[in-house]
């Protein structure tokens, strides 16, 4: 395990300071808005091929984290004469790991930067579908472990998260073991190549009768002025009560007028002022004329290159995994209160096991017994708070399944702004549930299209459902406030505007 007090800082306030409700001190990031950095050199480079690995350490969100990095950098060997204070954002590594949140980011990444035997070339491949940041403010252990097999397995508060192999396609992007053929950068498009499957028709014509300039609305020649509309009664007059304040100054305040206030008398009539004819759609209107489409005969299809041999192309059975020769954290972040702690290397699983009862099991749980405290004080039910918490814990299983990839920055707004709410009613949550299955189902049944709408409602339901709950007691506090404001405005100025 690396002390928090052996790591040496580059960039930026880091403090050695006890976490909140702890006597157990880690590194804290203590200002917002800065660049941070800091590194510790092992003692010896950690081997990671042929054996199992396990990278573990842990990070709370103390204030919460809205746009931030927790992430941790396994560095390489560097360069001779490499020292730690040369340590920023450029050091090679060999894996990045750890939590990102930021916008439409929210994941726990894992980055393997792997060197491309033919081409020498190091490639970040980055794990697909990785899960998501707990939304929380409450200590969390974050461990990969990396198996002999190929196998990686993600695990948050010892829980089993995501699985991949890294020769897979299917896990990593871009996959380790590069395509065997690529399309020809040399080769181009033929200048004659037709891509287009459907033309305007050459042969039609506009028919004669067919008007362009024709209006889509006209005026409703058949519309009569209904009855008793009183057309020399203005819609709007003084207010004849209105009094010019005494302390007007019409040299500084310019001529008194009285405000204006809607016409008693156009109340029951149905109308004031100048009546005007409406207008409706014309039935002439056809808009600009368009010849039809038809077949292309020249369409040949969208052109691609050929493929030829991929000349980065290589076999592989293991990855080639660069030592650990330094561990650093190098992030950029909008807020403060992101404390690290008990980052472990190892090689036994039991090893981070043992760290994650002894250390972090106990925090965590006077962490979690200091929120339902908090919960209970602010009115929410131990029983809802339960039950919120299971279906919350189902619906981010739901939004990390890898076909709803392309929905995931959507559903994980819908999910965290409801989770963010105090006074969230059963009615709401299961209103929330609900759009989420309703995706699935255009997903399976539907067509993209109509996924996409569905998805964007999303952010919606968040927005409005969410707040009903609380509308009730918003709405009797801004009464309140608006009865203290009409006790101590002052009298208000009417003046028309120029």
């Known amino acids: 395990m690396l002390a928090s007090k052996q790591f040496y800082p580059t960039h930026s306030a880091w403090k050695h300071s006890k976490s909140e409700g702890h006597d157990d001190y880690g590194l804290l990031v203590s200002e917002k808005a800065r660049k941070y950095a800091i590194v510790k050199e092992l003692d010896e480079p950690a081997i990671l091929k042929d054996k199992t690995i396990i990278l573990q350490y842990e990070t709370r969100f103390q ?44 994941k726990v990444h894992f980055i393997l930067k792997h060197k491309n035997p033919k081409t020498g070339e190091y490639v970040e491949h980055h794990l697909k579908n990785p899960p998501s940041v707990p939304a929380d403010k ?90 008793g509309w009183l057309d020399n009664e203005p819609e709007e007059m003084d207010d004849p009560d209105a009094i010019k304040p005494e ?71 293991t990855p080639n995994f660069e030592p650990i020769a330094a561990v650093g954290i190098e992030i950029w972040t909008m807020q403060d209160g992101i404390l690290f702690d008990n980052i472990v290397i190892a090689g036994d699983e039991k090893i981070a096991e043992s760290y994650r009862l002894t250390s972090w099991k ?25 039950f919120q918490k299971k279906v919350f814990n189902v619906l981010y299983s739901v939004a990390d399944v890898a076909f709803l990839s392309s929905y995931k920055s959507k559903l994980m707004d819908l999910i965290e702004n409801a989770e963010k709410q105090p006074n969230l009613t059963i009615g709401v949550l299961a209103s929330i549930v609900l759009v989420i299955f309703t995706i699935l189902l255009k997903i399976l049944f539907g067509g993209k299209k109509e996924v996409e709408e569905v998805a964007t409602q999303t952010s919606k339901l968040a927005a409005e459902g969410t707040s009903n709950a609380q509308e009730g007691s918003e709405k009797e506090n801004e009464k309140e406030e608006n009865e203290k404001e009409d006790v101590a405005a002052p009298r208000r100025r009417t003046r028309r505007e120029n």
């Open 138 to 227: 409450l200590t969390h252990v974050y461990t990969a472990i990396l198996k002999p097999d190929n196998e990686l397995q993600i695990l948050i508060d010892g829980e089993d998260k995501k699985k991949a192999n890294f020769l897979s396609d299917d896990d990593f992007e871009p996959a380790l073991v590069p395509p065997q053929t690529i399309p020809d950068p040399d080769e181009q498009k033929p200048e004659d190549w037709d891509e287009r499957a459907k033309i305007p028709d050459p042969e039609a014509r506009k028919p004669d009768d067919w008007n362009e300039d024709a209006p889509m609305e006209i005026e409703d020649e058949d519309a009569v002025k209904p009855e």
């Open 362 to 386: 106990p925090k965590f749980e006077i962490e979690k017994e200091k929120q339902k405290a908090e919960d209970a004080a602010a009115g929410i039910s131990d029983g809802l708070s339960g």
């Open 63 to 106: 204030n919460g984290l809205e746009c931030g990095g927790a992430y941790l950098k396994f560095l390489r060997p560097q360069e001779t004469g490499w020292t730690p204070k040369e340590f920023n954002n450029e050091s090679p590594y060999s894996i990045m790991f750890g939590p990102d949140k930021c916008g439409s980011t929210n």
């Open 247 to 317: 302390d007007w100054d019409d040299e500084e305040d310019g001529e008194w007028e009285a405000p204006k206030i809607d016409n008693p008398r156009c109340e029951a009539a149905p109308g004031c002022g100048e009546w005007k004819k409406p207008t409706k759609m014309n039935p002439a209107y056809k808009g600009k004329w368009h010849a039809p489409l038809i077949d292309n005969p020249n369409y040949k299809g969208i052109w691609k290159p050929q493929q030829i041999p991929n000349p980065s192309y290589y076999q592989l059975t």
